[in-house]
Every structure is written in C-alpha cells, then in structure tokens.
C-alpha cells in the first residue's frame, strides 16, 4: 500500500511571475518566502510523486471536449502552454504508471475520468512548482478539473473525487510515497468588470470552513456563495479535492491576504495528516 506523505494547498495566478514588481516588496517577499516553505515541506515529505490538482485554462481542451476531470497519465508534460508567461520553458517529469492506476481505481469506483498522455501544462500547474522551488524536483501526476467553462462538477463531486483519490493511493505500489497539491483560487475575476476585486470575507470563510472539520457546512458555502467571489473562485474545486482526500485531516492556513495588485486572494496552507502539520 502506498503513502499518502503530504497535501497541500496554494493559490495561482501568472500575474505572480509576470508583475513581480506590481505588489509591495514586504508582501511579495512574505509571499514567495511562503511558496519556498511549502517547496520545503514537499521535499521533506521525499514524494515518488506529486499528484496536482489544478485545471485547464483552455489551453489543452475547449468548448468542443471539455472533460469535467482529466487525469494525466505521460512520463513528460510541456510547460507552459503559454507563450506569455515568464518563465523557461520546462519538461516536468510524470509518473505515467501512478496516473494509469488513478484512471482505473476511477473507473472501477464509478467515476468516469478523460485522461491524456500528452497534456501541455500551463500557468496553474508550473507557476506554484516555481515559485516553490520544486520543477525540476519531483514527478507529476497531474489532476485536471474543469473550473472554466459551465457545466462544471459539483462542489460535492470534487470531495468525493478526493476520497476516491485516497483509496486509490492506498491500493497502489507499497512502499511508494504520494503527495497532493491543490493550486487555484482563490476569489479572483478573471476579464471581468470586477477584475481585481477580492472577496476577502468570502476567503475567509472559505479557509475557516477547511479548517472546521464540517463538510457539509463546507460544500453548501462554496455552491451558494462561489458566484460572489467571482469566477475565478471557482478553482476552488481544487481545494476541495485535496481536502477529500485528506480524510478528515485539519487544515492549517499558513498565510493569507487579498492582493489585489495581483487580482488574487493568495492563501497557502496543508493538511496535518497524521496529526503533524
């Protein structure tokens, strides 16, 4: 049986890498200071694989085939898809055999994944593993959810999405280490009028919520209330996936403020899984 070593919780936004300069420098410096510590804790966790849930920016899918999840399954992924973001060009290393037994624990338990062996990875997977100091660290599994474009799955399908993930580990290779990263969010609009407010109450909550041990409470706070923290909250699916498949675990936030320089609200956090943080 595998071990689930490590999970993890980080916002996403290019703008991090592409407008450095945009935020003062005491918060950019606390910012990216908190990234350096969750590269640290990934890397003491000593992970065979890091499973990251994010999603798809219309770079890989669109309106003609746009899977509500799609797990990753290649020994390489090209990051980023886009040309405009500031940063090298990368070839992340996958763990094609981890992603394959995900896709069939998925099916057998009900779930009807997409996958792909040939994933173009842009701003949402390369931008945290940056600025964390972790690319060329570990090995990928990348988790795709559709939080772009309606019809999305459920705030209660992505918990149960994270629970299916946890048994999925426990039946994979023993002796083999896994850790989770959700990445996105979290309120944020993206070419909207509103672009570069922030729900900063909403993010609240929605951290409080993590950390309260209340699922229910959790899911019904982010299906009615998502729509006023504008669209880009609606990565917080990613959240939620992870948080299911920590099984109950607390949530700890290490930081959050409302960046509006940056459009985002920017929080990190983990898991304590087996009681540690």
Known sequence: ??????????????????????????????????FR????????????????VSDDHLHNFFLDNFPAFCIGAGDRYAAPAEHWLKARRHELRGDADLGAHLLGEALQAGFDPSFSMQLTLDHGVLTPLLLAGIADDVAVVPLLINCVQPPMPTMQRCLEWGRLVRSAIHTYDAGKRVALLATGGISHDVATPRMGFVNEAFDREFLRLLAAHDDHSLVKFCTDHVDEAG????????????????????????????????YTGIALGCWQLGGVA
């Open 231 to 262: 669209n880009g909250a609606e990565e917080i699916r990613n959240w939620l996936l992870v948080h299911g498949a920590a099984g109950g675990a607390s949530f700890v936030p290490s930081y959050y403020k409302p960046v509006q320089s940056w």
């Open 37 to 52: 510590e969750i590269g640290a804790r990934v890397r003491e966790c000593r992970p065979d694989a890091l499973i990251v």
């Open 1 to 34: 049986m595998a071990e689930l070593v490590g999970a993890f919780a980080v916002s996403h936004t290019p703008v991090m890498l592409n407008f450095p300069e945009a935020v003062e420098a005491a918060d950019r410096d606390a910012i990216y200071g908190r």
